[in-house]
């Protein structure tokens, strides 16, 4: 009798006990593993691709008998994700890196990879589910809701998702560090990270302007009718809702309303100028449908840790929505991502203009 071979899966280990836990689990389903660390970014410190990350996946991953490799990705990652990030502040934006590493490095390069090598799954330690429903992959909530990771997911295809692993998905917290203590794994109590991986000060001007070469100019604040108020430091150093760094003093509190690049100049307004209706998307990705009967209710994200919000949303045309919400959201950002929600299901998602 021929036996079945088993499925190969190449575990994306990070060096977080996250990864650590869903490389085991899939061990224990049946998968047939190798432990992948993705080298990104060649700057040191407390990064998720630093040398000490790489060393506990390496350890993690010897603790469960598994081989153990780096791809060395960081000319891809400085191409699509750095780059990215800096032109899109030099546009007033504000970018979510984490969500594009996700859509081209992790379910991008390391999906190629996977397929170069013969590899059937890629398993993540991201908290989200994947179901089929007749012939299409979903994405759904976890069940650790503070856990929640969908909205930086939003961008994953059919082919992705249909060869992708979450075996954390029905799993909490608590649970996962429970597991990984058990097995004697050396993250077990290693803290999440929160910081953007090539910006772990959170100075984002500054490395900017290292990156860059550039110095970028002082110019103007405004109010809303155009009056000059002030001075900033360069228009990359600010984000859309910021108020402290500002520098001025005034009868009530101020904030960054709008930024334009064009005229190198921010407005500033009080708090109740933060807030719209609506708003435009762009370089959408569906995943529940291949486009959105219009008009469509749902629950919208417009930031990561955000709460949802009741909306309406229209498909404008094949790569743009416009959302329009029930009640006036607080900071709506150009470069910041929006995402639909169909009730525990993720609908699909774009990039704010």
């Known amino acids: 009798m021929e036996l079945k071979t088993k499925e190969k899966a190449i575990a994306a280990m990070s060096g977080g006990v996250d990864s650590s836990v869903a490389a085991y689990l899939a061990l224990q389903q049946g998968y047939?593993?190798?432990?992948?660390?993705?080298?990104?970014?060649?700057?040191?410190?407390?990064?998720?691709?630093?040398?000490?990350?790489?060393?506990?996946?390496?350890s993690v991953a010897f603790k469960l008998g598994i081989p153990f490799y780096a791809f060395n990705f960081q000319l891809e990652f400085d191409e699509k994700i750095i780059k990215k990030f800096v032109r899109s502040y030099e546009c007033g934006e504000t970018p979510n890196p984490c969500i594009d590493c996700n859509r081209f490095m992790k379910f991008g390069k390391l999906f190629e990879r996977a397929q170069e090598l013969d590899y059937d799954y890629i398993v993540t330690g991201h908290y989200a589910k994947i179901e089929k429903h007749s012939d299409r992959f979903l994405l759904r909530k976890p069940a650790d809701s503070d856990k929640d990771q969908t909205y930086v997911l939003y961008a994953m295809t059919q082919e992705q998702l249909a060869h992708t692993l979450f075996p954390l998905a029905d799993l909490?917290?608590?649970?996962?560090?429970?597991?990984?203590?058990?097995?004697?794994?050396?993250?077990?109590?290693?803290?999440?990270?929160?910081?953007?991986?090539?910006?772990?000060?959170?100075?984002?001007?500054?490395?900017?302007?290292?990156?860059?070469?550039?110095?970028?100019?002082?110019?103007?604040?405004?109010?809303?009718?155009?009056?000059?108020?002030?001075?900033?430091?360069?228009?990359?150093?600010?984000?859309?809702?910021?108020?402290?760094?500002?520098?001025?003093?005034?009868?009530?509190?101020?904030?960054?309303?709008?930024?334009?690049?064009?005229?190198?100049?921010?407005?500033?307004?009080?708090?109740?100028?933060?807030?719209?209706?609506?708003?435009?998307?762009?370089?959408?990705?569906?995943?529940?449908?291949?486009?959105?009967?219009?008009?469509?209710?749902?629950?919208?994200?417009?930031?990561?840790?955000?709460?949802?919000?009741?909306?309406?949303?229209?498909?404008?045309?094949?790569?743009?929505?416009?959302?329009?919400?029930?009640?006036?959201?607080?900071?709506?950002?150009?470069?910041?991502?929006?995402?639909?929600?169909?009730?525990?299901?993720?609908?699909?998602?774009?990039?704010?203009?």
């Open 172 to 353: 909490q917290k608590s649970q996962v560090r429970e597991i990984a203590e058990s097995l004697g794994f050396v993250n077990a109590k290693k803290p999440d990270s929160q910081d953007i991986c090539f910006v772990p000060s959170g100075d984002y001007g500054s490395f900017l302007e290292h990156y860059s070469g550039k110095t970028y100019l002082p110019g103007n604040f405004t109010d809303k009718n155009g009056n000059i108020i002030g001075k900033h430091k360069g228009i990359t150093k600010y984000t859309i809702g910021q108020r402290k760094g500002l520098g001025l003093s005034s009868s009530e509190p101020m904030y960054v309303v709008q930024k334009c690049p064009e005229t190198n100049s921010i407005i500033l307004g009080a708090s109740r100028d933060l807030f719209r209706k609506s708003l435009e998307a762009e370089d959408i990705n569906l995943i529940a449908a291949d486009s959105i009967p219009c008009p469509m209710r749902v629950k919208a994200k417009i930031r990561y840790g955000r709460g949802e919000a009741d909306a309406t949303v229209e498909q404008i045309a094949e790569d743009r929505i416009h959302l329009k919400f029930d009640e006036p959201q607080r900071a709506i950002t150009p470069g910041q991502a929006v995402v639909l929600y169909d009730g525990d299901y993720v609908l699909g998602g774009g990039t704010i203009k």
């Open 32 to 58: 047939d593993c190798i432990g992948v660390t993705l080298k990104l970014y060649g700057g040191e410190g407390n990064t998720c691709c630093s040398l000490n990350d790489t060393e506990d996946a390496r």
